[in-house]
């Protein structure tokens, strides 16, 4: 595992931008656990080496957060795997969702683009919420193609639950544009604004301030979409150290 400014990266060969969301400082001195959540990118190119990796870390959940084309066009490596159990939560972003189509969409900016996810996926987080807050659960993981949007999202849901810092929170999010350029690099296609494959940190900055102004925080949030305070309570004494 290597660590960059104090976040826990897992080194594996067929998959990038794949983070320990432990060891993040919080309110009240505390700290998110590690071993409890992963953000990731796509997961479809596994080595059987990547895969004893996170098996032997204790990944038993995958909420994989791609569109049904997307699976479709890369399945997880471990989606059948006997000791994993695997969801498909599909978020559409207006980017990965669609990039392989011949018309494409995408958001004015990436501002829109996540108030919209917050605004218009409320179900689908509850849902997301609804897994990363069951005890049975050792260890999660949860991500989209990049690992930047749709993930960032929810990462970013849960660390401001957690506490974390609003700094923290916008580092977290900005890394991933330095862990998964050569993958968004590649995927550039003439017509779509090169800032649909960037992670500046007014973007989740913007989106983090749209969720305390409209909303009151992630807690909030939650709340509104239909988690439970029970949920919110278990979520938070797996993954904040006492």
């Known amino acids: 595992m290597d660590t960059l400014k104090g976040y826990n990266i897992i080194d594996l060969e067929g998959a990038r ?3 320990d969301l432990g060891g993040i400082p919080c309110a009240g001195g505390k700290q998110t656990a590690m071993g409890v959540f992963i953000r990731a990118a796509g997961l479809g190119d596994l080595t059987e080496r990547d895969q004893e990796i996170l098996l032997e870390y204790g990944v038993d959940c995958i909420i994989d957060l791609r569109s049904q084309r997307e699976v479709c ?4 490596s471990l989606a059948e795997h006997e000791k994993i159990v695997y969801r498909n939560i ?5 980017v990965q969702s669609n990039i392989s189509k011949q018309e494409l969409m995408y958001p004015s900016s990436m501002q829109t683009m ?5 605004d218009l996926d409320g179900e689908l987080i509850r849902q997301v919420f609804d897994l990363l807050s069951d005890p049975q659960y050792r ?3 949860f991500h989209c193609t990049a690992g930047k949007d749709r993930t960032g999202i929810i990462a970013m849901l849960l660390l401001d639950l957690a506490g974390v810092s609003r700094e923290d929170i916008l580092h977290n999010y ?4 330095d862990l998964v350029r050569p993958l968004l690099r590649a995927q550039e296609i003439e017509g779509i604004p090169s800032y649909v494959f960037e992670s500046r940190p007014e973007f989740m900055a913007d989106t983090y301030t749209h969720l305390q102004r409209k909303y009151g925080g992630a807690r909030e949030y939650l709340l509104a979409q239909g988690n439970t305070p ?3 309570e278990s979520l938070l004494k797996t993954f904040v150290e006492p």
């Open 17 to 19: 931008n794949v983070r």
């Open 73 to 76: 066009d890369k399945p997880d």
């Open 90 to 94: 599909p978020m559409l972003d207006q």
């Open 114 to 118: 996540y108030m919209g996810l917050l």
């Open 139 to 141: 260890c999660m993981v």
């Open 174 to 177: 900005v890394i991933s544009g």
């Open 230 to 232: 029970q949920q919110l």
